[in-house]
Structure formats: structure tokens, C-alpha cells
Nanobody, 120 residues
Framework: QVRLVESGGGLAEPGGSLTLSCTAS????????MNWYRRAPGKQRELIVA???????????SVKGRFICSRDNVRTTGHHTVTLQMNSLKPEDTAVYYC??????????WGQGTQVTVSS
């Protein structure tokens, strides 16, 4: 099994920045992808960042150039953490953000969700 804990988020003004983190523990050797999704009020869930163990990080057009996703070195830390640095925030970035992990042995796992609100 894989367990996820999200942290960060909160309230920011337009043009500001926030950081989200997602730490995976448990059977992390089975993880082949860690992604970020968001669900804005009244909208469908959107994949905004896709991180695979063997490929490049890809960003949705809606966040490209503003959001940066990084991951730690599993061999050094012993756990999987991805951090989403969100810059130049816009009101339309307001959403609940979810960390998603895909495991080769146990399928999809989801974080608890973190509220991000961008408002002046």
C-alpha cells in the first residue's frame, strides 16, 4: 500500500506564490508516476502536472511557465516527495489540489486534497 500526505496551500493574492508538497510512504518502490490534479468550483478535475519515474515532467497549458514541480531523491530520503511551486497565481487557479500516485501493484492513490484560494 501507498500512503500520501499533502501539505501547503492556503490563500494568496493574485500574482503571489504558494507551495504544495506530497509525500508518499509505504510501498514506494512500486510507484511509477506522481501527478497533481485540481478541481475548481463547478469544473471537472484537471490534470495539471504529470511526473513519471522515467520521463520528463509535463504541465498543462493552464499552468505551464508558472508552476514548477520538483521531486526529491528517493535513494537519499527513503520516501517520495513531490513539491509544486505555484507562481504568478491567478484567481482561476483557485481549486482543491490533489496529489495522485500510480502504483504498479496497488493502482491509484489520492491525497486528501488541499485548498488553494487566490483572491485579493
Amino acid at each position: 500500500q501507498v500512503r500520501l500526505v499533502e501539505s501547503g496551500g492556503g490563500l494568496a493574492e493574485p500574482g503571489g506564490s504558494l507551495t504544495l508538497s506530497c509525500t508518499a510512504s509505504g510501498n514506494i518502490a512500486s510507484i511509477y508516476a506522481m501527478n497533481w490534479y485540481r478541481r475548481a468550483p463547478g469544473k471537472q478535475r484537471e490534470l495539471i502536472v504529470a511526473v513519471t519515474s522515467s520521463g520528463p515532467t509535463t504541465y498543462a497549458d493552464s499552468v505551464k511557465g508558472r508552476f514548477i514541480c520538483s521531486r526529491d531523491n528517493v535513494r537519499t530520503t527513503g520516501h517520495h516527495t513531490v513539491t509544486l511551486q505555484m507562481n504568478s497565481l491567478k484567481p482561476e487557479d483557485t481549486a482543491v489540489y490533489y496529489c495522485n500516485v500510480r502504483s504498479a501493484t496497488s493502482g491509484d492513490h489520492w491525497g486528501q486534497g488541499t485548498q488553494v484560494t487566490v483572491s485579493s
